[in-house]
T-cell receptor, first 114, second 117 residues
Framework: DAGVIQSPRHEVTEMGQEVTLRCKPI?????LFWYRQTMMRGLELLIY????????DSGMPEDRFSAKMPNASFSTLKIQPSEPRDSAVYFC????????????FGPGTRLTVL | AQTVTQSQPEMSVQEAETVTLSCTYD???????LFWYKQPPSRQMILVIR??????QNATENRFSVNFQKAAKSFSLKISDSQLGDTAMYFC??????????????FGQGTILTVHP
């Protein structure tokens, strides 16, 4: 199994630009999670999906952030417009069953907004 | 809300020795899961070990074991025969098995472990 795949691994953009982060979960996993990691706030859950449906987006910081999961094998996290404070590592994770299985993380995308 | 506290920002250990990383958590729930994740310099988050709160037996995975004290809300990780590849940031994490936080992982601040040759 290839594990959770994220792209790009690194993204550098300028303030005000749109940024799209991509994730392919492990095949057969029904749950997908987006996390953000910063020095100040540590690891925090942004949103998660069950069978492509958003279940809890209470961690999404503001309307500039949006996430979609058009099918079972693909999800995007979009920031529009981006700001320097969005600079962080963004992780995608997937799990088979939400509480009885472990969340497996992708390698992360390091985002730098200048 | 659940909180997870790792009181040791940094730890170091000599190769082949044993080290214990501390973690405490606060919850009013009775059914939950606890995890230790490892984040090496590559920044990949790797599961080390997990513990179900309803199980009294401490989880073990090869050189890694936990000391789960439910009444004290303590979940420490012991690494035996430390190896250079164990150098990483270690995160303790809590997951509710029910309620409004169902399925959400809450992470501690992390402990940087350095294994010296």
């Amino acid at each position: 199994d290839a594990g959770v795949i994220q792209s790009p691994r690194h993204e550098v953009t300028e303030m005000g630009q749109e940024v799209t982060l991509r994730c392919k979960p492990i095949s057969g996993h029904d749950y997908l999670f987006w996390y953000r990691q910063t020095m100040m706030r540590g690891l925090e859950l942004l949103i998660y999906f069950n069978n492509n449906v958003p279940i809890d987006d209470s961690g999404m910081p503001e309307d500039r952030f949006s996430a979609k999961m058009p099918n079972a094998s693909f999800s995007t996290l979009k920031i529009q417009p981006s700001e320097p404070r969005d600079s962080a590592v963004y992780f995608c994770a997937s799990s088979l069953e939400i509480a009885t299985d472990t969340q497996y993380f992708g390698p992360g995308t390091r985002l730098t907004v200048l | 809300a659940q909180t997870v506290t790792q009181s040791q920002p940094e730890m170091s250990v000599q190769e082949a020795e044993t080290v214990t990383l501390s973690c405490t958590y606060d919850t009013s729930e009775s059914n939950y899961y606890l995890f230790w994740y490892k984040q090496p310099p590559s920044r990949q988050m790797i599961l080390v070990i997990r513990q179900e709160a309803y199980k009294q037996q401490n989880a073990t995975e090869n050189r890694f074991s936990v000391n789960f004290q439910k009444a004290a809300k303590s979940f420490s990780l012991k690494i035996s025969d430390s190896q250079l590849g164990d150098t990483a940031m270690y995160f303790c994490a809590f997951m509710n098995a029910g309620g409004t936080s169902y399925g959400k992982l809450t992470f501690g601040q992390g402990t940087i472990l350095t294994v010296h040759p």
